[in-house]
């Protein structure tokens, strides 16, 4: 039995039709099937729909509104929680539960489950990189620290990491008018030389870059901007053979810090990661004419960096 399929038998005619026409976003898996025309039976339309999502219960569930959540809902004879992420959460565990003939294998390797972060469905890859230690989860913000930057710029990997751990906690201050304030500053707190040029920061081997976070209303960690990683005319892989991603959350009074940090090297896991979510958008003020090459939010749950924040479902 596939829940997927299931679900979408109680969908309504309406609801399939305009969900059949919904084109995949530009960060969804490209999909090759071609659906059923307008006067297909309702049947024939709910198996379509049921097959483009089969392998994806999460994803079938995240692009259902509200309406079509409680029609699933009460066509299973459950409950209706409050609220459209709890509803999403409560149908996928009933939905995994009748696949696997119990709960017994959710939240393992064979049927990982996904966590609310907002009110989507996100399932978290465990990590793959050096992190450091949290002393609970969802990570707290760590407690006010001093800055103290090493006295010359760390002449090994492990220097390195041990002057991040010193970041965290550093109070950075109001950025300003000016982007770039804190990647400057997170150099200068790792006693980072800033060379410029298409290399990466560190003795042309690790990358160092920040990446905003912010908790949702359950306090779990999620991404809030795509991270910059290059001016469009420079070599952006040549960024992220190795990089160094500090965690930055913003604090009261336009202040921010940093809550910890992220060693990701290049592998054939994070290259297939890289060719879906790096793209190009403007960069630069209003007006501009400038692009630059991004990496969009969700490679941080797909490359395990959300998971040494908020743990693993």
Not at 19 to 29: D, H, K, V
Not at 73 to 82: C, H, I, Q, S, T
Not at 112 to 129: F, K, S, Y
Not at 175 to 181: C, E, L, V, Y
């Amino acid at each position: 039995m596939n829940a997927a399929r299931r679900f979408t038998r109680h969908l309504s005619r309406e609801a399939l039709l305009r969900l059949l026409a919904r084109r995949p976003g530009r960060f969804e898996l490209a999909r090759a099937d071609e659906p059923p025309g307008r006067d297909a039976a309702t049947d024939e339309l709910a198996d379509a729909f049921g097959a483009r999502h089969e392998r994806d219960l999460a994803g079938l569930l995240d692009v259902l509104g509200d309406d079509e959540l409680r029609a699933i809902a009460r066509g299973e004879k459950r409950d209706l929680p409050e609220g459209t992420g709890e509803l999403r959460a409560a149908l996928w565990r009933h939905g995994a539960t009748l696949e696997a003939g119990g709960d017994a294998w959710i939240g393992t390797a064979l049927q990982p489950a996904p966590v609310l972060i907002g009110d989507r469905l996100v399932v978290l890859a465990p990590p793959r990189g050096l992190h450091p230690i949290a002393p609970a989860l969802p990570r707290p913000v760590p407690p006010p620290a001093p800055p103290a930057p090493p006295e010359a710029e760390p002449d090994s990997i492990d220097e390195l990491l041990a002057a991040a751990d010193r970041t965290l906690g550093v109070r950075l201050g109001a950025r300003g008018a000016d982007k770039g304030a804190w990647g400057q500053a997170a150099a200068r707190l790792l006693g980072v030389v800033e060379r410029g040029g298409d290399e990466p920061d560190w003795r042309g081997d690790v990358e160092i870059k920040t990446v905003p976070v912010a908790p949702d209303r359950r306090g779990r960690w999620r991404v809030t901007e795509d991270p910059a990683v290059s001016m469009a005319g420079a070599a952006p892989l040549a960024k992220l053979m190795r990089v160094l991603w500090l965690c930055r959350v913003p604090l009261p009074d336009g202040d921010a810090t940093f809550l910890s940090w992220y060693l990701l090297e290049w592998d054939a896991e994070v290259a297939r990661l890289v060719g879906r979510y790096l793209h190009t958008r403007p960069k630069g003020g209003a007006g501009t004419r400038g692009r630059g090459w991004y990496l969009h939010k969700k490679f941080f749950a797909d490359a395990g960096l959300l998971a040494t924040l908020n743990g693993v479902a």
